[in-house]
């Protein structure tokens, strides 16, 4: 029977290779040889241990099983160290971008790179250092086919409070003994959002004649 060592590992760059022993009888030592023993990409390489020569003895005096195994390389998984999230000036909704994704774990001199399909904050709403999932992280670059990464990354980013104009209606008139006010509005929102405004301070009414104005 043809004992194997290690046969499967995790990428790093290196070449690997494995070992194969069997025993024989008393005073001869078997000694195998074995085919096609390196692999250093992620992937499978089949091998085979045939004898090559037995001391104080030969190698027709023995059959042997178990003579085939398999290499095997794993993905190395990568994470994301740092990730820049996009801040916005509100708008309705919770969707940004994610770029500057610096990885970790990646094998020196290797060519590896990630990006993001999109992003979403945890709600739409104004706020600073607000929850950002970058979504979609992918590899790319020569080496990519040797590492894996998770889909999401987690960072902070703000969504800006926005400014609207107020757009008011008339504000001066010629005394005529009646009760005067104006209108306003918000000259614009996002899309699908209606602005209604009140007054903070002030009252929207004027009869008499004031050189200083009503004001709101």
């Known amino acids: 029977v043809v004992n194997w060592g290690t046969v499967s590992w995790t990428y790093d760059k290196t070449a690997h290779s494995t070992t194969a022993s069997a025993t024989g009888v008393s005073g001869e030592t078997i000694n195998l040889a074995i ?30 099983t178990n003579t085939s195994n398999t290499l095997t390389i794993g993905k190395k998984t990568l994470t994301v ?14 969707n940004t971008t994610c770029s500057n994704i610096v990885l970790s774990g ?13 992003a979403t904050f945890d709600n739409a709403d104004a706020g600073s250092n607000k929850a950002v999932t970058c979504n979609g992280i992918t590899l790319s670059g020569a080496d990519k086919d040797n590492y894996t990464i998770a889909a999401t990354a987690s960072t902070t980013a703000n969504i800006n409070v926005k400014s609207v104009a107020v757009s008011w209606g008339t504000l001066s008139w010629q005394y005529d003994k009646s009760a005067h006010s104006t209108t ?33």
């Open 184 to 216: 306003y509005s918000a000259a614009s929102g996002v899309t699908n959002e209606t602005i209604n405004l009140k007054l903070s301070s002030g009252t929207n009414s004027i009869t008499n004649y004031s050189s200083s104005g009503n004001a709101l």
């Open 106 to 118: 990646k094998e020196t001199g290797d060519t590896v790179t990630a990006s993001s399909t999109g």
């Open 81 to 94: 160290s740092s990730v820049t999230a996009g801040s916005k000036t509100y708008d309705g909704n919770a």
């Open 35 to 64: 085919s096609d023993n390196s692999i250093t990409n992620v992937g499978t390489q089949a091998v085979t241990a045939t004898c090559s020569s037995v001391s104080n003895s030969a190698c027709t005096n023995y059959t042997f």
